[in-house]
């Protein structure tokens, strides 16, 4: 049978062992809720990035179909111009 004080020094080492493996998963604990932080920040500049980058893209758009329709009428005047110099 093993001496009382054998046991007890048994549940000591337990002890230490869940105590350090308390302050490990503790301290963990706070490097993961830091970087949770840290990535939610990430995320929401790059959301506010998307956004402005969408914006840009709709202006683009819309100045590419108003060069278009420039182009168009330009090329439509030209048209007119040589069909009257042909006919004339």
Do not use: Y
Not at 18 to 35: D, P, S
């Amino acid at each position: 049978m093993p001496h009382p004080n054998d046991q007890f020094e048994i549940l000591e080492e337990k002890l230490q062992k869940a105590i350090g493996l308390f302050r490990r998963n503790q301290t963990e604990k706070r490097a993961l809720e830091q970087e949770v932080v840290k990535l939610k920040g990430e995320n929401k500049d790059r959301s506010q990035s998307i956004a402005v980058m969408e914006k840009e893209l709709i202006a683009l758009r819309k100045e590419r179909e108003d060069v278009r329709a420039r182009i168009e009428k330009l090329l439509e005047r030209i048209e007119t111009l040589t069909r009257s110099e042909r006919e004339g």
